[in-house]
């Protein structure tokens, strides 16, 4: 048992010297660093560190998402309001004495030895939260329970968990690609729609972008996603939702039918074909040919309290540029590895 504290203790004395940035100064490579210091968190209070990835991504949205929240300074996001990092009866609120903070039942700690408990320090903030989540235990069963008794959202913590799969999936941080729903070589075509006035069910605005295609045409996921469901929605026919690194949840409804290795509870990478374009809904199940064949993409959005509809068109005008920038780039390469390729000579423009 010493040894192991001991190992830990080393663990984190390495960690405290990797990350003494002033900070002022923007982090070279603000993914491997985190990651880092969330692996160092874990060897100390065996919280596995895909759930300290993904609370901290998690605060970092609602940070983007709210603007009475402070822009995080330094790598960690993790927002502890005064209240409950000082103790519900402290007289300070913005107490920064372990001791005093300890007595009065608050979660902050110090963790890199300067005699203050600082909520602002990225140290302090991870290790009080991973110390926190560590005092339910360190199974995912005790983990949801640690995050349910600290933000009191069902929605929050299944985010918060679908999360921590992908990281623990991919077995990294830098996840920020983005694809394009529909091959671009096949043909389609759509345009703004979200808030136009539907009918069926009752009078309602468009939560969403049409992209017509062909019967059959491969819908992709967007993003490094959790299968979050699959099945029948009245409205929506045969649908699929995932939920990606950003508290976004991307809809995609109407469709003829699921990829048979896709299933509920799988992580998807950006391209991932996870269905095909249908005519579904609009009745019971297996109602379909009421309108046109096409994907409806929608795109959801939870900034800690409600869920809320966005306009998906701006997102996939750029994920469409995107896709056709990673292609052509695909496209050079392999040009490049083709036995004698030489480079064009770029002719003298006449003067």
């Known amino acids: 048992m010493g040894k192991k504290i001991l190992t830990s203790w080393i663990t984190l004395c390495l960690v405290l010297v990797a990350f003494r940035i002033p900070a002022e100064a923007a982090p070279s490579n603000p993914e491997r660093e985190r990651l880092l210091l969330y692996q160092g968190m874990e060897a100390i209070t065996g919280v596995p ?101 600290y933000y009191r959202h069902p929605v929050a913590v299944d985010i918060i968990t679908h999360m921590a799969r992908i990281y623990e999936t991919m077995g990294k941080l830098d996840l920020e690609e983005h694809h394009f729903p529909i091959p671009l070589h096949y043909n389609y075509t759509y345009r703004s729609t979200w ?17 017509f295609a062909d019967y059959g045409t491969p819908v992709l996921s ?59 809904g609009y009745g019971p199940p297996g109602t379909a040919g009421k309108f046109p064949p096409h994907l409806h993409f929608g795109l959801y959005t939870f900034n800690g309290s409600t869920t809320y509809s966005v306009d998906p068109y701006p997102r996939l005008r750029a994920w469409e540029r995107e896709t056709r920038k990673r292609l052509k780039e695909q496209q050079k390469q392999k040009q490049k590895a083709r ?12 003067r």
């Not at 603007?67 to 995080?72: A, G, Q, R, T, Y």
């Not at 790598?75 to 519900?88: D, E, M, V, Y």
Request: glycine share 14%; charged share 25%.
């Open 49 to 149: 560190w895909p759930y300290l990835a993904a609370v901290d991504q998690y605060e970092r949205n609602l940070r983007r998402l709210n603007k009475d929240l402070p822009e995080e300074k330094g790598l960690i996001a993790i927002h502890i309001p005064p209240r409950r990092w000082s103790g519900p009866f402290n007289p300070d609120p913005e107490d920064k004495v372990p001791a005093s903070i300890q007595f009065f039942g608050g979660m902050g700690r110090d963790a890199d030895g300067d005699g203050k408990a600082d909520p602002e320090n990225d140290l302090d903030a991870l290790y009080s939260f991973a110390r926190y989540l560590a005092g339910f235990g360190r199974t995912r069963d005790d983990i949801r329970i640690g995050l349910w008794k």
């Open 195 to 211: 808030g136009d006035r539907r009918g069926w069910g009752g009078l309602r605005i468009h939560e969403g972008t049409d992209i």
């Open 222 to 280: 967007t993003c490094y996603g959790y299968v979050e469901l699959m099945g029948w929605n009245r409205y929506g026919g045969w649908r699929i939702g995932i939920r990606d690194l950003h508290n976004n949840y991307h809809y995609y409804g109407h469709l003829n039918g699921f990829n048979k290795e896709i299933k509920q509870g799988d992580v998807v990478k950006p391209g991932t074909v996870i269905g095909y374009v249908g005519s579904s």
């Open 339 to 350: 036995p004698g390729w030489l480079p064009v000579p770029t002719q003298a423009v006449p």
